[in-house]
């Protein structure tokens, strides 16, 4: 059974960094991709950035480009989501998903989700 779980969320004040990891189970990846989405109080899911598996290239939403880096570890099977700068806008629970395609997964149709970490940021 394929697993993701998240971990790394927390409260942080304006400005301050926190790193999310996410970390599965039950499959090892070698291809498709890996995303972060977040969502905020009544607010709808958005995409903050994914992976490709294959080869680590990257893609940002731009509220966050410049400020989150995400990155793999193909030996640890995880991806992580360096968080700088924050801000109280980025307040919400992040998640990651995988699946094979990234339009998929802007569609949402991930294949392999977690339950989410819960980031706050204090103004």
């Known amino acids: 059974q394929v697993q993701l779980v998240e971990s790394g969320g927390g409260l942080v004040q304006a400005g301050g960094s926190l790193r999310l990891s996410c970390a599965t189970s039950g499959r090892t990846f070698s291809n498709g991709f890996m995303a972060w989405f977040r969502q905020a109080p009544g607010k709808e899911r958005e995409f903050v950035a994914a992976?490709?598996?294959?080869?680590?290239?990257?893609y940002y939403n731009d509220p966050v480009r410049g400020r989150f880096t995400i990155s793999k570890d193909n030996a640890q099977n995880t991806v992580d989501l360096e968080m700088n700068s924050l801000r109280p806008e980025d307040t919400a629970i992040y998640s990651c998903?995988?699946?094979?395609?990234?339009?998929?997964?802007?569609?949402?149709?991930?294949?392999?989700w977690g339950q989410g970490t819960q980031v706050t940021v204090s103004s």
């Open positions: 998903q995988y699946g094979k395609m990234l339009s998929r997964i802007l569609n949402g149709r991930a294949e392999f």
């Open positions: 992976i490709s598996w294959t080869d680590g290239s990257a």
